[in-house]
């Protein structure tokens, strides 16, 4: 189990603090924004070329993921009752306050989007919505990737290259899944498509990120992550097969559906309990930091810098 | 408790464009000197007094009472509850250094750096965060509403969210005290001036000046550990003379601040939702089957 990397810790007490997010809020969140965000894009498509059924399904679904994506992200805070602070201040180094930007001009839209429509009602106050939250929504599905790499969680912040077309793929098989759900055939096409490039690019940018992360692979192979992110790729397997075979029979198509919503939860998962894994254990932090030291060469800055190894500096 | 909020800056502050001195950044027009700790582990007998002084005068609270089984450390490590914390090493002295193998005590006072670049005021969403006219970090409990961005994002994980409170909590480098012209708790108890407070460069002097001490008396396992100014950090306010690497402490040998790849974060983030703007609208065209 223990790799050849040897390195020293303190008593294997984590150098880092682990978030304290909570599961299933958080990564419930990863997932609900990305479901949101894609189904606004496909309610969006959907109105511009006259799908009705896929509008309001997609609509209704975007709405219902961010309301309760909403719930669950006031529920994690330690002081839910100062939630409105968030809105204090923008700070673009921020990447949870740009994200409770977003919500606040993407989640209204969704749900006036997703209100008229169900009611029948002011079709350009809906068309308008829908294409508000159409705009917002890929980046309510994304920005979720970058909040997560902008720590010092060594899985999470080493995947910053792949992991917003981790999120992005993730976000395009959820709203795929979701679409297949709630429209039959023939307006069910676009979801088909997207279900088929989502698919691809979850499992080519996670099988990527995983490989080149080198030794902080392990956290997203091993233990409760390693097994939700296989279950997360034999669901993707599972919902590509169908969505190919979904223009043929309804409940192919439901079943693709749940499939492809299974797959994007299990990645989402996987990777927060990756991270999780990962800030717990002291070698993710300090031997990729060692490495990266040599790399540099070690030499008298590194003495300065505090990590000059006896021996390298003449103690011999 | 530490009034936080009397003299918070009126702009937010981004660590991240900070460069020179971390006030000026911030946007205080008038600011004082920039202060920090410089703790010389070399003299640290391990009293504790520094962690005790610590709770007493900013009202934490306990951190539980476990026995460890860490060599005389019960404490464990820094947390929302815990701003000053002695490591106790127990290891063999390098046969280089005086002590030719035999069984030797490491001590050190951790605190929190108070970091140049620091990831938990760049990515605190509230402003809760805030630069001092010390140039120190704080957090203004009044504000902070605990959702535990700072947690993850400092690189030495020092600061913590207190349970049942809800709130974030770190060493606030006694800001109160330093207000009334006072020495920080832990400094002024310190029995053997292990811990040493004041001007941020006079304290990078002392240090230079003690690191030539102990190599010229053979000690040629001390070195500085966040006193560079050109470290993934910008340098710490807080830095320390070590006799072993980092991570002998439980410190990170290479802290980054997490911000500085946020550009390069963006950057992919934006091209990833293009991506997906155009795959789904690509997936409308065609036979409409
Ligand atoms: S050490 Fe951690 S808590 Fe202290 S200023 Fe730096 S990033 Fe913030
Ligand atoms: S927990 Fe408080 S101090 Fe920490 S990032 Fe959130 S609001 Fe800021």
Request: hydrophobic share 45%; proline share 6%.
């Amino acid at each position: 189990m223990v790799p050849e990397a040897s390195f020293t810790s303190y008593y294997g007490r984590p150098v880092i603090n682990a978030p304290v997010w909570r599961s299933p809020e958080v990564p419930g969140y990863l997932f609900l924004g990305g479901l949101a965000g894609t189904s606004s894009l496909l309610a969006a498509g959907a109105a511009l070329t006259g799908r009705p059924g896929l509008r309001r399904g997609a609509a209704l679904g975007a709405a219902s993921a961010i309301g309760l994506s909403g719930v669950a992200l006031v529920a994690d805070l330690g002081r839910p009752e100062r939630f409105a602070n968030m809105l204090r201040v923008f700070k673009v180094t921020s990447p949870m306050s740009v994200g409770s930007w977003l919500l606040t001009a993407y989640g209204p839209a969704a749900g006036l989007a997703a209100l008229a429509d169900v009611a029948g009602i002011l079709p350009r106050t809906r068309r308008a919505a829908t294409l508000t939250a159409g705009a917002l929504g890929p980046a309510i599905a994304t920005y979720t990737a970058v909040l997560l790499a902008d720590t010092a969680v060594p899985a999470w912040h080493e995947g910053h290259r792949e992991l917003p077309f981790v999120f992005a793929g993730s976000a395009a098989t959820a709203g795929a899944g979701l679409g297949l759900l709630v429209a039959a055939r023939p307006e069910n096409a676009p979801a088909r498509r997207l279900a088929l490039a989502g698919t691809i690019c979850e499992l080519v940018a996670a099988n990527v990120m995983v490989h080149r992360l080198g030794l902080l692979a392990a956290p997203y192979r091993n233990g409760r992550a390693g097994r939700l992110m296989r279950q997360g790729e034999a669901f993707t397997l599972v919902g590509l097969a169908g969505s190919l075979l979904a223009g043929r029979s309804r409940t192919l198509g439901v079943l693709a559906g749940a499939a492809l919503l299974g797959a994007s939860a299990c990645t989402r998962f996987g990777i927060f309990e990756a991270g999780m894994a990962s800030a717990r254990d002291p070698r993710d932090t300090v031997v990729p930091q060692r490495e990266r030291l040599e790399r540099r060469g070690l030499g008298d800055r590194a003495v300065a810098s505090g990590t000059g190894a006896p021996g390298s500096d003449g103690a011999r | 408790m530490t009034e936080t909020t009397a003299r918070a800056p009126r702009r937010v502050s981004f660590s991240l464009l900070e460069r020179g001195d971390p006030a000026d950044a911030t946007g205080y027009r008038a600011h004082l000197e920039r202060v920090g700790f410089f703790t010389d582990t070399s003299v640290c007998i391990g009293c504790k007094a520094c962690e005790v002084a610590c709770k007493e005068w900013n009202g934490v609270p306990d951190d539980g009472f476990r026995l460890t089984g860490m060599s005389f450390d019960n404490t464990g490590g820094l947390s929302g509850n815990t701003w000053r914390h002695v490591a106790f090493v127990e290891t063999h002295a390098p046969a280089a250094d005086a002590g030719d193998g035999e069984l030797r005590w490491l001590m050190a006072s951790d605190v929190c750096k108070h970091c140049t670049h620091a990831a938990c005021l760049d990515v605190c969403p509230t402003g809760a965060l805030i630069r001092t006219e010390f140039g120190t970090v704080v957090v203004q409990d009044d504000v902070c509403n605990g959702c535990g961005y700072c947690v993850p994002a400092c690189p030495f994980g020092v600061i913590g969210r207190r349970e049942h409170d809800g709130r974030a909590f770190k060493c606030t480098l006694c800001y109160d005290r330093l207000r009334a012209g006072m020495l920080p708790a832990c400094a002024q108890t310190c029995p053997t001036d292990s811990i040493q407070f004041g001007p941020l460069d006079d304290l990078r002097m002392r240090a230079e000046r003690r690191l030539r001490e102990l190599q010229d008396a053979g000690v040629s396992s001390a070195r500085l550990y966040g006193e560079d100014p050109e470290d993934g950090i910008g340098g710490a306010g807080a830095f320390f003379l070590l006799l072993d690497e980092p991570e002998v402490y439980g410190l990170p040998p290479d802290p980054v601040v997490t911000t500085r790849d946020l550009p390069c974060l963006w950057a992919h983030a934006a091209v990833a939702a293009a991506g997906l703007v155009a795959t789904a609208l690509t997936c409308f065209f065609g036979r409409r089957r």
